[in-house]
């Protein structure tokens, strides 16, 4: 915001030449238009996910078994309930009252908060077992590879040390951990297949980029909850407060889609 | 303020709509409704319809969707440009989507991979 406008609470910020009401418009309809490409964003994403699912429905059918649904379905009621409080802290600021539309901005930002330590359980719980991009990994490959004589490099090397390094040469792989969570066969199998690796690596993409913009949310609302506790809303001036709940309320949006999409559908 | 409104004549002359609590409490009750019977659907074997399962998800997240964004976003109470702004976007998905469903299935013979699927045999080893 430009710092020639003047700031006084409870007062619009605008130049002179706006009124408040234009500016109010304005604002709304350049944060409609942001929405409309972060659609565009996640289209992207999810008609990736069409297509490898129409290709690969059963590995996906599989890998999504791998996820807890139950945590999903925590994220989906914590994230629906922040929705919720947004809406009411733009409400109260809709009346004037700073106070409880900072009491109602901390609590949407607790949830996100929440929503944040459950995907940082499922995703710890997704690395302990080795679900995740970009390792090289070992006694799997040497199973799987055992069967089937690939000798990329192998050959002429030694043992074990052929089985481990030489089986699959592949240079995107799944680790399988220490193993002491008893992976069955099947979910070692699943471990080097590329199908598999299909599922997470769309699974990462989304809900990674759906985090990031959880975090981004937490960030503007708690600016706004700033403001609130510095008085600066009435009812006549609360476009922060809107555009911010307008943000949160996408973010809560597209989990509404991910979360069946990703847990729950066979 | 009413007398710059005279010279807008598009709606504009007031700042947003405001809504009753008992709006936002009843589209809270209904998209955690909502949410109970996605799962309930997708995890109880007596609501297998197979092939639609993913149809009715998507169409239950599609409802919860618009109650958000008619109510908590305000959407039923802004003008058509930002209905069209939304909508846009909505389109373009929907013709990605619509020509993947018409490509997907007339090129399955020609996939590179065959499916294989070891979690589900060793279900079916099972049963």
Not at chain 1, 66 to 78: C, F, H, I, S
Not at chain 1, 154 to 176: L, M, R, V, Y
Not at chain 2, 18 to 34: A, D, E, K, M
Not at chain 2, 94 to 112: H, Q, S
Request: net charge negative.
């Amino acid at each position: 915001m430009n710092s020639a406008v003047e700031t006084i609470p409870g007062e619009p910020p605008h130049a002179h030449h706006w009124t408040s009401v234009n500016a109010y418009h304005g604002a709304k309809l350049g944060m409609w238009l942001f929405l409309a490409t972060e659609i565009l964003l996640f289209s992207v994403l999810f008609t990736s996910f069409a297509i490898y699912r129409f290709l690969y429905l059963g590995e996906f059918h599989s890998a999504s078994l791998q996820l807890d649904w139950r945590m999903g379905a925590t994220n989906t009621a914590v994230l629906i309930i922040s929705s919720f409080t947004a809406a009411l802290a733009m409400d109260a600021a809709q009346h004037g009252n700073n106070k409880r539309v900072r009491n109602l901005l901390l609590f949407t930002v607790a949830c996100g908060g929440i929503f944040l330590v459950v995907k940082y359980f499922e995703y710890s719980h997704k690395y302990d077992i080795g679900l995740f991009p970009g390792r090289t990994c070992p006694e799997v490959h040497a199973d799987a590879a055992s069967g089937h004589g690939d000798s990329h490099h192998g050959e002429s090397d030694h043992g074990a040390k052929a089985d481990h390094g030489g089986g699959h040469h592949q240079e995107f792989c799944w680790p399988t951990g220490d193993n002491a969570l008893g992976l069955s066969d099947a979910q070692k199998e699943m471990l080097v297949s590329n199908n598999y690796k299909m599922y997470f690596g769309l699974y990462y993409c989304m809900t990674g980029l759906h985090a990031l913009h959880v975090i981004i949310g937490m960030a503007v609302l708690s600016w706004v909850c700033l403001l609130a506790s510095r008085g600066r809303f009435s009812e006549k001036y609360y476009t922060p407060v809107e555009l911010g709940a307008l943000y949160w309320h996408l973010v809560d949006l597209i989990w509404i889609y991910l979360f069946p999409l990703l847990y729950l559908v066979d | 303020m009413s007398s710059h409104a005279d010279t807008h004549g598009d709606g504009h002359d007031e700042l947003g709509h405001i809504l009753p609590f008992s709006t936002y409490r009843n589209v809270l009750i209904g998209l955690l409704v909502l949410t109970v019977l996605t799962v309930v659907v997708a995890k109880v074997d007596t609501f297998d319809f197979g092939t639609l399962n993913i149809v009715i998800a998507m169409i239950i997240a599609s409802i919860k969707a618009s109650i958000v964004a008619l109510y908590f976003m305000h959407l039923k109470y802004e003008d058509k440009i930002t209905w069209l702004y939304v909508f846009f976007p909505l389109l373009l998905l929907a013709l990605m989507m619509g020509l993947i469903f018409i490509d997907n299935p007339l090129r399955r013979d020609d996939r590179p991979v065959e499916i294989h699927d070891p979690l589900a045999q060793q279900l079916e080893a099972l049963q």
